[in-house]
């Protein structure tokens, strides 16, 4: 019989990666109102923005208000894709960073007209005058299974890129499903090896539901050994530079299946879905996962 461990920790992506697609804007309140909701259910890690050019995410163009208004409870990160990113994040307060790259080069282009090779010689300064002034740094590791545009991605050129933000010093590894084509076999192979070849980083699992198969890819990573994952309250999210990809898998989901397994999250299952009708009237699609919808008809 596997092992499961006897707490898992939740990052709530949703107020940035849930809300970074949605095509309507979603005011400044909205956002404060859903991430403090989020915080009163027990989230401790949060995704709360990005510092990325309004031309390209206008949903995100709020960045500095969010960052300098919301109540400062647990880690709360900035996603920030170059220097000016973080400049302008630590100008707000941010203490806690996200960089992002791609393991397929064709991703990476589209996303931020860069090759994977081009894109890490720019952020190595980047990483290590943040850790050298003491902020945690957490690697997001693009389309480690599937790319959009290149298909397959080879797992030996995930792990390749992960090494090398660990010999950076960075304090935690994302690796995403991006598209969300990931079955449970190759989540558990993949996650497996990381935490063999890793076991003193932080490593995280972060799945997008586009084939219904996210809540089964946590199961498989868990059974590998992984007790940290991103989710989207309402199920939200996708990536403009990811044809395809829906949304992340819920956290409401996942917090149940968890607590069903006899796993703890410290998170309220009543106050998170609270949270999540908090930001349903402002989205453009139905939030439809299976806990909100039995939340909805009671």
Known sequence: ????????????????DGLQNEKNEVPTEVKLAFIEK????GIEEMELTSFVSPKWVPQMKDANEIVTQ??????????????????????????NFAV???????????????????????????????????????ACIST?????????????DTLALCKEFVSWGVNELSVADTIGM???????????????????????????DTRKMGIANILASLQAGIDRFDTSAGGLGGCPFAPGATGNVATEDVV???????????????????????????????????????????
């Not at 989020?38 to 259910?41: D, E, G, N, S, V």
């Not at 069903?260 to 410290?266: A, D, K, L, P, R």
């Not at 106050?271 to 299976?290: C, F, H, N």
Request: aromatic share 8%; hydrophobic share 35%.
């Open 256 to 298: 149940n299946m968890l607590h069903q397994m006899g796993i703890g999250t410290n998170i309220n299952l009543d106050s998170l879905l609270k949270a999540v009708e908090v930001v349903e009237p402002y989205v453009s699609r139905q939030i439809d996962t299976g806990m909100y919808k039995l939340f909805k008809s009671k």
């Open 70 to 95: 919301v109540k400062k409870l647990g880690r709360q990160l900035v996603l920030t894709p170059n220097h000016k990113g973080v400049e302008i994040a630590k100008q707000s307060g941010a203490q």
């Open 182 to 208: 990931a079955n449970p076999r190759e989540s558990y192979e993949l996650f497996d090896s990381l935490k063999k070849e890793f076991p003193a980083t932080l490593i995280t699992a972060h799945f997008h």
């Open 100 to 138: 992002f790259v791609g393991v397929s080069n064709s991703f990476n282009k589209k996303n931020i007209n860069k090759t994977t090779t081009e894109s890490m010689d720019e952020l190595k300064p980047i990483v290590g005058k943040l850790l050298q002034e003491g902020h945690f740094v957490r």
């Open 1 to 16: 019989m596997f092992s499961l461990p006897n707490k898992v920790t939740i990052i709530e992506v949703g107020p940035r």
């Open 38 to 41: 989020l915080q009163l259910a």
């Open 144 to 156: 480690a299974f599937y790319c959009p545009y290149e298909g397959k991605v080879d797992s030996s």
